[in-house]
């Protein structure tokens, strides 16, 4: 075996030891059940870890990850997570969360073929189509990255808004917010976009939802 995959072991029971140093019955506390108040949708990139992010403990985030964050209306694997963090665990709020420098949006600016991950791109790409206009407004080609980067984020939480399993969280009452953000790689912060949805009325008065349906 390498040095690398020794090393994981390793570093594995280094840090089960401290966490039970924090508190002798972390683990136990943690076998039987689980009740996390937040559902993160992110970008797969190994440089944007979701607890390390937001200091949240073992329990405390159920995550969801993919290429660019994408939320799809198809993607049987999202919508099973979406449904049983808000069915089940009954998550309080989901954050969408992109982050600037992703590849999967920069190849989607593109026509170069990537390879497999060309037709999962191709959401990506709608995104862009959505907002082209503006998007292609910006001349420096760095600031229409991060902008295309934000803006496919606010269409990811719009998507997530209308989904049916959303819907039927308000239409009953249940409390439910989602949210969007970008993190950055070269400053470990986070950006709220300011695209925060808890009811159905929230979502027709954003102006992600006016640019799309009316």
């Known amino acids: 075996m390498s040095e690398y995959y020794n090393n994981l072991k390793e570093n594995n029971k280094k840090w089960a030891y401290s966490m039970l140093k924090l508190d002798p019955h972390f683990f136990e ?82 026509s170069a073929p990537v390879g497999v991950i060309d037709n999962w791109i191709r959401h990506i790409k709608d995104s862009y189509r959505f907002g082209k206009k503006e998007i292609e407004a910006i001349k420096d080609e760095k600031e229409r990255f991060k902008f295309f980067v934000e803006y496919n984020t606010k269409q990811q939480v719009l998507n997530l808004a209308v989904t049916s399993i959303v819907q039927q969280a308000w239409s009953s009452g249940q409390e439910l917010s989602i949210h969007g953000w970008v993190y950055g790689l070269d400053t470990g912060l986070i950006k709220d976009l300011d695209v925060n949805f808890s009811s159905h009325e929230d979502i027709k008065n954003s102006s992600v939802y006016k640019l799309h349906f009316d």
């Open 29 to 110: 506390k943690l076998k039987d059940t689980q009740s996390p108040p937040l559902l993160w949708i992110g970008c797969s990139d190994s440089r944007v870890p979701a607890n390390e992010i937001v200091g949240a403990l073992p329990g405390e985030v159920f995550v969801h990850r993919n290429i660019a964050n994408m939320v799809i209306h198809t993607d049987m694997n999202l919508l099973s997570v979406l449904d049983y963090s808000v069915n089940i665990l009954k998550v309080k709020h989901i954050i969408v969360c992109g982050h600037y420098g992703c590849g999967g949006v920069k190849a989607a600016m593109g």
